[in-house]
T-cell receptor, first 116, second 112 residues
Framework: GAGVSQSPRYKVAKRGQDVALRCDPI?????LFWYQQALGQGPEFLTY????????KSGLPSDRFFAERPEGSVSTLKIQRTQQEDSAVYLC??????????????FGSGTRLTVV | AQSVSQHNHHVILSEAASLELGCNYS??????LFWYVQYPGQHLQLLLK??????LVKGIKGFEAEFIKSKFSFNLRKPSVQWSDTAEYFC??????????FGPGTRLSVLP
């Protein structure tokens, strides 16, 4: 597709439920990033993939958060045992270059997760 | 660690007014600087970016930004705003080999 696609657009989860958020980056993009954007805040880095390799996961807030990109294209962010503080918009972004090359990303529209 | 601050949380202007949104950053090395815009219900879009050279950068939709190294600032400007500029604006910095660090955002409301 022409842009970064994320699904679902909205997800309501009961506290304690596991969720999986999907990101389809632009075809051929090497780099894929996940960001978390809490209400009224700027996006905060979660993790970075270069192709299938997860090179940085320093932003993942706890071991309940797990991300994968097994074939170097689609990525899934999984949150286990969701808690209310996980409520946020989860943004995916991709870039045709490796992250040491300075450039802007293409962002998806995000998945708004609400934990009740 | 890098950090980005944006001076205003919410700015309200009338159409045709001039706009300046402040952005300051802290980082010890060379950075590249960006402004992103998020229109209501839409994804983040790149407005403009600064890597090197002329510190006055022109972006899309009549926006420009000036990098002042001595002040660690990268303020966004537009001479005359339109109702369609209503959006959230994010300043971001990226050091070499680092990920993006975004500011908290400034919400701009333009009154028709």
């Amino acid at each position: 597709g022409a842009g970064v696609s994320q699904s679902p657009r909205y997800k309501v989860a009961k506290r304690g439920q596991d969720v999986a958020l999907r990101c389809d980056p632009i075809s051929g993009h090497v780099s894929l990033f996940w960001y978390q954007q809490a209400l009224g805040q700027g996006p905060e880095f979660l993790t970075y993939f270069q192709n299938e390799a997860q090179l940085d996961k320093s932003g993942l807030p706890s071991d309940r958060f797990f991300a994968e990109r097994p074939e170097g294209s689609v990525s899934t962010l999984k949150i286990q045992r969701t808690q209310q503080e996980d409520s946020a918009v989860y943004l995916c972004a991709s870039s045709p270059r490796t992250w040491d090359r300075d450039d802007g990303y293409t962002f998806g529209s995000g998945t708004r997760l609400t934990v009740v | 660690a890098q950090s980005v601050s944006q001076h205003n949380h919410h700015v309200i202007l009338s159409e045709a007014a001039s706009l300046e949104l402040g952005c300051n950053y802290s980082y010890g090395g060379t950075v590249n600087l960006f402004w992103y815009v998020q229109y209501p219900g839409q994804h983040l879009q790149l407005l403009l970016k600064y890597f090197s050279g002329d510190p006055l950068v022109k972006g899309i939709k009549g926006f420009e930004a000036e990098f002042i190294k001595s002040k660690f600032s990268f303020n966004l400007r537009k001479p005359s705003v339109q109702w369609s500029d209503t959006a959230e604006y994010f300043c971001a910095v990226k050091g070499y080999g680092q990920n993006f660090v975004f500011g908290p955002g400034t919400r701009l409301s333009v009154l028709p």
